[in-house]
């Protein structure tokens, strides 16, 4: 990665690396005080001067501490912006959760409902095949009748899901939905065309 590549550091990066090397001279001007000979005037002059230097330094220091503390308080308050977000994300998570939990079990009613019905068309489709007097064409066109009914109280269900979902944005259940609806109408056309072959 080139220099021109390198991302930026960040302002509490920057602030604590400035605090950090103004310590750095600080504590060595004053090992360096400490260190000083003071036996003659000169030695006395370069201690003072050193001294003097040390003062001007602690001022800067301050401006540097102060410097990094708005640059904590900063951080904190993203920080906290940050937080908020992923709090709100979070609530409208449990909330679609709970959105795509009632949909998920409404759609798993309706293929259990669409499974039963499967069911009574094979049986339908034996009785029919059985059916031979009068009376049992008779009883076969109440169970015909009782059988479309079912069919479109089911379709309708299936129709009802697949709006919800749409709204709700679950496409995905919205589409399974609408199949299931559509493979339920088809059935009851295609069970329709039987009605004539009892008399119904």
């Not at 302002?11 to 360096?32: I, K, N, P, Y």
């Amino acid at each position: 990665m080139s220099k021109r590549d390198k991302p930026q550091e960040s302002t509490l990066v920057t602030a604590a690396r400035s605090l950090d090397e103004g310590l750095e001279r600080f504590e060595a001007l004053a090992q360096q005080l400490q260190d000083a000979p003071l036996q003659a005037e000169k030695h006395l002059e370069k201690a003072s001067a050193t001294l003097k230097a040390l003062a001007d330094m602690d001022e800067e220091l301050r401006a540097r501490v102060a410097g990094l503390v708005g640059a904590i308080s900063q951080v904190r308050d993203r920080q906290q912006t940050q937080a908020e977000a992923v709090q709100a994300r979070a609530m409208e998570l449990q909330q679609r959760t709970e959105i795509f939990k009632d949909l998920l079990v409404r759609y798993g009613s309706l293929g259990q409902s669409a499974g039963e019905l499967n069911v009574r068309m094979q049986e339908f489709a034996a009785q029919r095949q059985q059916a031979k007097t009068p009376e049992e064409n008779a009883a076969l066109a109440t169970s015909f009748q009782s059988l479309q009914d079912r069919m479109g109280e089911v379709a309708d269900e299936a129709q009802s899901l697949s709006q919800a979902a749409e709204e709700k944005d679950f496409n995905d259940i919205s589409r399974q939905a609408e199949s299931l609806r559509q493979q339920l109408m088809s059935a009851r056309n295609k069970l329709s065309l039987l009605q004539k072959s009892f008399g119904g």
